[in-house]
């Protein structure tokens, strides 16, 4: 019985020395912060492309769905600019490749 709560004990702390070491165990503030402004800036991508096919399969007006979409895009940028100027150097060179994407698309769809 104890030679198999020592493997079990092993075997756990094994797991844990994965996760957190080579895995890289769970983002950090910053990084979670990033990874929330990359879903928002995918989801108003996704709403604006949607007013897009609602304006033109029915002739709805869906100008404030667009509108509403591209004030988040905006803030999500402001968001990613202050994250850009404080975060540490790998999630200050992620913040910097979102913005950039940022900026392509509102480039694209002005």
Known sequence: ???LAFVVAF???GFAVYHFTIDGGAPSGDEAAL????ERF????KRIAGAGRGAGLAGID???DASAA??????VLASVQDLARRGDDSVRSQAERLERTIRAFKDDND
């Open 1 to 3: 019985m104890k030679k």
């Open 11 to 13: 075997v756990v702390a």
């Open 35 to 38: 990874i929330d402004l990359e």
């Open 42 to 45: 995918e989801s108003a991508k």
């Open 62 to 64: 869906t100008t404030s």
């Open 70 to 75: 591209l004030a988040e895009i905006d803030r």
